[in-house]
Every structure is written in structure tokens, then in C-alpha cells.
């Protein structure tokens, strides 16, 4: 599959999970956009794709929840390439507490990153994309797109509601050549990941080892985590897809943690 002359734009692109997909379209001959709120660490991630495959890199500093830079940076890589072909809505974080204790600001953070993140982004593209004749739009989604855990409240509402709105969007798009998916991930070992290790072996009362082998593995076929290339890979796939047969769908991609 190759994305040759695709502009991708991928969002929380600076590191894990949205960096590997950056990394691994420009192995397939995207232009990217790395679209993070971390401007430095936007700028490292570019050079260093640049490093191998010149000129196929751009930062843009963009906070997703912020109507003004969503508009702004989809509007700056339109300006430097011509259009926008695959969005790739990425930027995440992670706070866990249980729910009488989940501060109201924490929620309301969490649902704007995940959830206003991929409206803003994908209301941004679409009129390009329309404008063109098409283009496939994915959002990060997680195994908890489909299954709960304690303590992570906010993060599987989220998740959850990505799954409506890919399917709105696929809906929508799909006579105008828009293709919608989500891919769902198991347990990847980020910066993200490694945050809630020392946090939910707190919150737990277990340790550090058994967050990993029995909270975040116990429930794989292989006590494995799931890599950012297993990750990219997935998003390669749904990028490169050529037709409707594919929208409105969610992959799980989790060593057999969340089968259907
Ligand atoms: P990460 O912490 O390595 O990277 C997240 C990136 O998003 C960072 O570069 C950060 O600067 C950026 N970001 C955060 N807030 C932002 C904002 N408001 N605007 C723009 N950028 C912002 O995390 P990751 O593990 O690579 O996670 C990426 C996505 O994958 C998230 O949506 C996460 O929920 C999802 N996911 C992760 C896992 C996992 O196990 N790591 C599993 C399933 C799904």
C-alpha cells in the first residue's frame, strides 16, 4: 500500500503512537504534518522524518481543542502543500480516578482533547476533502472504544463517542468520496502508558509489575503489549484503502485482549 503524494495530517504526532504513523506514511511517500500542541517536540519529530526523506515534513503547532489553530494549521499545511487527503485524529491524554473523585476540569479536558479534537479537526478538513473528490479520515480509538475499565471514566466515554462520530461522518461523506474509521488499540507501551503505570499501581493498591502483567496484559492471548509500528501499520491500511467498502468501521488492534 503506498500513499504517494498524499498530505496526511497527523495530530499528537510528536510522540508514540502519532509519531510511528507519521513516520510510517512518509515511508510511504505522504507529505505530513505534524500536528502537535508540543511545538519543539514537533519540530525534533519533522527533522528528524526530513533526516531520511527530505522535505516531506512539516511542524504545525496546533492545539486541537482551540477552533482558532485547528482552523489555522489545517488552513497553514493547505497553504504550503494544496490539499489535505488523510487526517489522522491522534492527540490524546490520559487522567485516571475513580469517579467520586474525578475533578469536573479533568473531565471536561479529557472529552474536549479526545472528543472536540476530532470534531474540530475533521470540520476542518472536510470542505478540502469534499472539494477535491475524497479523502479517509481516522480517529484514534482504543480498545475501551468497546470495553470499560475502572478509574478511566472519562477516557472510555471518549473513546466510546468516537465510534458515533466516525459513523456520522462516514454517513455523510461517503457520496463525496470520505472514508471514516476508527482504529482501536490495546495497551501500548508511550509516555502515555508509562504515566499510568505508578498512578493505577497507587490507586489499585498492587504493584508496578502486576498493572502490567495483570491489569494492562492479563487479558491478551501473549502477555504482550501492542507496538506504535502494529499501530502504524493499521493506520497505513486504512489511509491507502481505495474505496467505500471500508468506512465507518473500527479495528481492534490488542494481542487478542478485546476480540469480535
Ligand atoms: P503520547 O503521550 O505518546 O502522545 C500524545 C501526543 O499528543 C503528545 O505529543 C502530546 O503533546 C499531544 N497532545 C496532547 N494534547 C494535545 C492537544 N490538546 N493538542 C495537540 N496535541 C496534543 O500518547 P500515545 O500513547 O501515543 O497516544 C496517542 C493516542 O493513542 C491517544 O489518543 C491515546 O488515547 C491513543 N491510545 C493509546 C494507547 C496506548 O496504550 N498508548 C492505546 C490506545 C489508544
Redesign the pocket.
Known amino acids: 500500500m503506498n500513499l504517494e503524494n498524499k498530505v496526511c495530517i497527523v ?9 510511528a504513523i507519521a513516520r510510517r506514511y512518509a515511508r510511504a511517500g505522504a507529505r505530513v504534518a505534524i ?4 511545538a519543539g ?2 519540530q525534533v519529530a519533522a527533522d528528524g522524518i526530513n533526516a531520511d526523506i527530505p522535505g516531506c515534513a512539516i511542524p504545525v503547532t ?4 482551540s477552533e482558532e489553530q485547528v482552523e489555522a494549521g489545517v488552513a497553514a499545511v493547505v497553504a504550503a502543500w494544496g490539499r489535505v487527503d488523510v487526517l489522522v485524529s ?5 487522567i485516571v480516578n475513580p469517579v467520586e473523585a474525578f475533578a469536573y476540569a479533568d473531565w471536561k479536558k479529557m472529552l ?3 472528543l472536540d ?1 476530532a470534531f474540530l479537526t475533521s470540520r476542518a478538513v472536510l470542505p478540502r476533502m469534499y472539494a477535491q473528490g475524497g479523502g479517509a479520515i481516522i480517529f ?5 472504544s468497546k470495553e470499560a475499565s475502572p478509574l478511566k471514566s472519562a ?1 472510555v466515554t471518549a ?1 466510546h463517542g468516537l465510534l458515533g462520530l466516525a459513523r456520522v461522518i462516514a454517513k455523510e461523506g461517503g457520496r463525496k468520496g470520505v472514508r471514516t474509521n476508527v482504529i ?10 508509562d504515566r499510568q503505570i505508578p498512578e493505577q499501581a497507587k490507586e489499585l493498591g498492587i504493584s508496578e509489575d502486576d498493572v502490567v502483567k495483570k491489569v494492562m496484559l492479563g487479558q491478551t492471548v501473549d502477555g504482550e503489549f ?1 507496538t ?1 509500528e502494529d ?1 502504524a501499520e493499521v493506520a497505513l491500511f486504512f489511509a491507502a484503502f481505495e474505496s467505500n467498502a471500508l468506512t465507518g468501521q473500527s479495528l481492534i488492534a490488542s494481542h487478542g485482549w478485546s476480540m469480535e
Open positions: 495530530t499528537g504526532a510528536a510522540s508514540g503512537i502519532g509519531l500536528a502537535d500542541l508540543n517536540a514537533a496546533m492545539d486541537v481543542t491522534n492527540a490524546g491524554i490520559q474536549a482533547i479526545h479534537g484514534m480509538g482504543s480498545v475501551h477516557y473513546k482501536c488499540p490495546g495497551f501500548v507501551r508511550t509516555p502515555l502508558v501492542t506504535v499501530v
